[in-house]
């Protein structure tokens, strides 16, 4: 018995999006499936940045699939279709963010690029009027010489996670979409509409507070 041919949208060769999109139209339920398997969990991290309650971010999650569905015959393929899906999700996502009182005001969620915020505090380094002055006071830990269970660890990566929900929205957004999901950075630039060099700069700053972050915890276990 010959096995079942693999649609082309589902092979792992292909890239043929047309197809894909050809059979959401059609109402094929196992191209939708397989997109909510691919796609979901992404979509939940993402929707968290926006949202803290899991609850809430999880009917975001719904809230997108449902306009997927809805619009996909109106999808005009000017984006990837993953951009197309991830923009509903930020959209729907900010939209309720507005709503929760648990959630960032609405002046964060409209972005944070402003260029004065520093990434690393100003106190990490040497003042005026000393000899080096601009350098480090208190370097970055060395973390060759932990050990590695406890660098990797659930309750050090838990600490990584709550760093990265108490950023600024787009700050985490992108840190989730670069370093978590390994999004490229023109998926990036293009999903959230804005230039290479603002990502550049909006993932440094994520990535020191996260670290900022992730050094005081290691350091509250550090017998030296």
């Known amino acids: 018995m010959q096995p079942a041919a ?26 939708f499936v397989a997109l909510v398997d691919s796609y979901g969990p992404s979509l939940l991290r993402l929707s968290r940045t926006f949202v803290r309650d899991r609850a809430v971010a999880e009917e975001v ?8 569905l809805d619009g996909i015959d109106r999808f005009e393929g000017r984006s990837s279709l993953k951009t197309w899906i991830f923009q509903i999700l930020r959209n729907r996502a900010r ?9 960032a005001p609405f002046s964060a969620l409209a972005g944070d690029d402003d260029d004065d915020e520093a990434a690393v505090d100003a106190d990490r380094f040497r003042g005026e009027g000393h000899r080096w002055v601009g350098h480090w006071a208190a370097a970055p830990a060395d973390w060759s010489r932990l050990p590695e269970q406890r660098l990797l660890g659930r309750e050090a990566l838990e600490r ?7 950023l600024p929205p787009r700050q985490a957004e992108i840190i ?27 993932l440094h700053r994520a990535r020191s507070k996260v670290r900022a972050a992730l050094e005081r915890y290691l350091a509250e276990g550090d017998p030296g």
């Open 6 to 31: 693999i649609p082309a949208w589902r092979r792992a060769d292909s890239d043929d999006e047309r197809a894909l999109i050809a059979a959401l139209r059609r109402g094929d339920e196992p191209a």
């Open 61 to 68: 999650v719904q809230e997108t699939w449902l306009a997927v």
């Open 95 to 103: 939209t309720r963010a507005v709503r929760e009182s648990r959630s």
């Open 176 to 202: 989730v979409l670069r370093d978590v999901e390994g999004w490229e950075p023109a998926e990036v630039c293009a999903a959230l509409g804005i230039t290479d060099g603002n990502q550049r700069i909006l």
């Open 160 to 166: 990584v996670r709550e760093a990265i929900v108490m």
